[in-house]
């Protein structure tokens, strides 16, 4: 009787001591980050990245900002959109004259020119607009851009690589491009990527643009090997230039607190007193914005024939008369405006060593990739999961 007693506790004790171990596996297991695994995205999330067809790329709004002065680069935007399909709102650009000297913050640095200055106002009218008008995300463009005719298959491999970079590609979310994030860089000139935390490749992207087309990035290359029609999606610490940038609501709010409101303790922490793109740039490494860009930059830019003083609205150009051109896409929308016009289904590339130097851009589609991290010293990189579209 005794020794029963005695030995019912023990196993009781023994199943109490197993189950604990197995609860104790379960909430170990699966490791995030642990295996390599393929992962194929639920109906739902799918049909989230079908939201960035539409007529806004998968975000509330689009604005551009654009100096009501300057109609020809608002020709070019209108036209542009509309051969891509999406639509275009616009914030006015900023005359340096038109401020007020009293509206300047008390930390904005005066070595910067005016209109840099101006350059900066009319980027926080945009986040005082997503803020006012309370929409979840927005795109900022300024007008000299130039996007691929196939920006919507672009965005929606980004939006695959962040989705998996967040954790997200598995889950419903407002947004497609997922919930948990600040800042999607789009377009920028130069990036610097956090090379602790896992990055995304995403190759056989044949709108990406070969090394030796990149124009100057002002920052170095990620020190992370890309093989060639390969982007890269990286959690980043800094960047430059702010051609096109996606900002969530709480992103907005946060960069119209910190360069306007009451920069507070931010200021005192990092110079948050320069130009709208460096202070963003810093915002990002500083941690107190998340962001996430593209390598290389999805979108470029374009030059309408003529002097290049056309060009900049910021900076001082000189005289000197040239073609139109495009830089930083494969297949510029800009370029190929007359083509698609004349009722081709054809575009072409911005060079003739193109891997596809004419493509019917119906061809070209969304691409997966692999979410990887960095090993130690001389290890190269490891793969943690694949994501395919
Ligand atoms: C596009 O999709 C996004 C995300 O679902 C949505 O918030 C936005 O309102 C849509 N835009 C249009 C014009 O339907
Ligand atoms: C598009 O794809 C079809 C079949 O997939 C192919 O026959 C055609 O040559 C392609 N066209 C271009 C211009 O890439």
Redesign the pocket.
């Known amino acids: 009787m005794i020794l029963n007693t005695v030995l019912q506790k023990r196993s009781v004790r023994r199943l109490l001591y197993i189950s604990g171990v197995i609860a104790i596996l379960l909430l170990l297991w699966p490791l995030p980050y642990t295996q390599t695994t393929v992962r194929k995205g639920p109906e739902s999330s799918r049909d989230h990245l079908q ?1 960035i067809k ?3 790329l ?3 709004k689009i604005f551009a900002i654009n100096l009501p002065s300057r109609l020809d680069k608002r020709d070019n935007l209108v036209l542009g959109s509309s051969i891509s399909d999406f639509h275009i709102d616009w914030i006015d650009g900023v005359n340096p004259e038109e401020l007020n000297p009293k509206s300047f913050p008390y930390n904005w640095n005066r070595d910067h020119k005016p209109t840099e200055y101006a350059a900066r106002r009319a980027h926080m009218n945009g986040m005082q607009r997503i803020v006012s008008e309370r929409l ?1 995300s927005a795109i900022i463009m300024e007008d000299d851009v130039d996007w691929d005719v196939t920006i919507k298959t672009q965005l929606q491999s980004f939006a695959l690589a962040v989705r998996a970079l967040q954790g997200a590609d598995q889950k419903a979310t407002a ?2 491009y997922g919930d948990d994030w600040d800042i999607l860089w789009l377009g920028h000139c130069g990036v610097q990527c956090q090379t602790d935390v896992p990055f995304f490749l995403s190759p056989h992207d044949p709108s990406v643009l070969p090394p030796h087309h990149f124009l100057p990035y002002w920052r170095d290359p990620p020190p992370i090997e890309i093989p060639s029609h390969t982007r890269l999606a990286c959690t980043i610490s800094d960047a430059v230039c702010s051609i096109v940038y996606a900002v969530s609501y709480r992103g907005a709010q946060k960069i119209l607190s910190a360069l306007s409101v009451n920069p507070g303790d931010l200021a005192q922490k990092i110079d948050i007193g320069a130009q709208f793109d460096v202070s963003l740039g810093r915002m990002c490494g500083n941690g107190y914005l998340q962001c996430f860009a593209a390598f290389p930059s999805l979108t470029g830019g374009y030059h309408a024939a003529g002097p290049s003083s056309k060009a900049s609205d910021i900076h001082d150009e000189n005289e000197d008369i040239h073609p139109a051109s495009s830089h930083g896409v494969m297949y510029s929308t800009m370029l190929n405006i007359n083509r698609i016009l004349s009722g081709d289904n054809t575009v072409v590339a911005n060079w003739e060593d193109a891997a596809i130097p004419t493509v019917n851009p119906a061809n070209i589609s969304m691409v997966g990739g692999a979410m990887h991290m960095l090993g130690g010293e001389e290890e190269g990189m490891y793969t943690l999961a694949a994501v395919n579209p």
Do not use: H, I, K, Y
């Open positions: 939201a539409n007529e806004t998968g975000v509330q979840g947004s497609p």
